[in-house]
């Protein structure tokens, strides 16, 4: 029976890939399982309708200019992005009167000297140190840039989600990273332990503190609230524009949707003359 022996081969050879993957997998997993893992956060902008939730946006950009920006930059955001709609929106009155509060390295001038100028809607984001080295030697590392850190970060998921995660449009792995970091402090005694960092090492000292950052909104002024809205502010500075490929995705889902079953209705009147042709043959 040749054919009964191919399925049997080809059934075998199935079984044996299957047990080898799962070889593959299985220590990769328990290597895995020593870290902790960043919790699923509910998210605004998660899903295909995800959006930007404007107040936490604007509560975020607070707690990153209160806090994170003593430390890192965020060079990829002019002040004039903060008022674009989509984004934190604040009004060009509240930007502009903000953006003069900062000192902006300028020149040169006709004396050939480098000055000093207080900030305008088009300059980007300065930061609080005049270069890496500076930075180093005050804290004992470089801090990141935090334009992109929200996609630059992530985790992985493992088995068999990664599988799942692109079925249920999960992509928010980096914000989850980012907000279990920053609620990641939990051994009070010392501030450089975070759950979530290989080793429990971090140069980083515990940067939020309950009541830390003045909300005026009314929101919890709590570390896990300044936590989640900081990381929608990071997650928004990545992907100023996440809403109109939203948009834009579903949109061209619905149009294959709809042509999928047009085609269909064409393929049935084609090959129905050509079934009614061949029957008047026999
Ligand atoms: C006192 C300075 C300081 C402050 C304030 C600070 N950071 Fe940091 N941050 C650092 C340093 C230094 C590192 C590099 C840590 C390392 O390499 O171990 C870092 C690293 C990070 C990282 C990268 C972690 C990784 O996976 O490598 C993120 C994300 C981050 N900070 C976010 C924030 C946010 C958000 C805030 C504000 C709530 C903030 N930081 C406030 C100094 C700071």
Not at 113 to 140: C, H, I, T
Not at 203 to 229: E, I, R
Request: some cysteine; aromatic content about 12%; glycine content about 8%.
């Amino acid at each position: 029976m040749p054919q009964g022996n191919k399925v049997m081969r080809l059934r075998s050879l199935i079984a044996g890939g299957l047990a080898a993957a799962t070889l593959c997998v299985a220590p990769i997993a328990s290597a895995q399982e020593e870290h902790v893992k960043p919790a699923r956060q509910d998210w605004s902008f998660y899903g295909p309708f995800g959006k930007y939730d404007q107040a936490q946006l604007q509560r975020g950009f607070q707690v990153f200019r209160e806090v994170c920006s003593n430390c890192h930059s965020l060079k990829s955001i002019a002040f004039r992005d903060l008022i674009a709609p989509g984004g934190p929106a604040f009004s060009e009155a509240q930007i502009k009167a903000l953006a003069a509060t900062y000192k902006i390295k300028d020149g040169p001038n006709e004396a050939g000297e480098m000055y000093e100028r207080p900030g305008v809607l088009s300059d980007y984001f300065p930061w609080n140190f005049p270069n890496a080295q500076a930075a180093r030697a005050a804290l004992n590392a470089v801090p990141p840039d935090l334009s992109v850190i929200a996609k630059a970060r992530g985790y992985e998921r493992g088995f068999p989600l990664f599988l799942i995660d692109p079925i249920i449009q999960y992509q928010e792995q980096g914000p989850d990273y980012i907000y279990a970091l920053l609620t990641g402090y939990t051994h009070a005694d010392d501030p450089f332990w975070d759950e979530f960092m290989p080793g429990h090492k971090i140069a980083m000292p515990m940067p939020l503190s309950d009541g830390a950052v003045d909300y005026t909104d009314g929101s919890p002024k709590t570390v896990k609230q300044y936590a989640k809205d900081v990381t929608a502010f990071l997650m928004w500075a990545a992907e100023p524009k996440l809403e109109e490929r939203k948009r834009l995705g579903f949109r061209v889902l619905s149009f294959l949707a709809v042509f999928a079953v047009l085609l269909y209705f064409v393929k049935r009147k084609i090959w129905a003359s050509v079934h009614s042709d061949a029957g008047a043959e026999h």
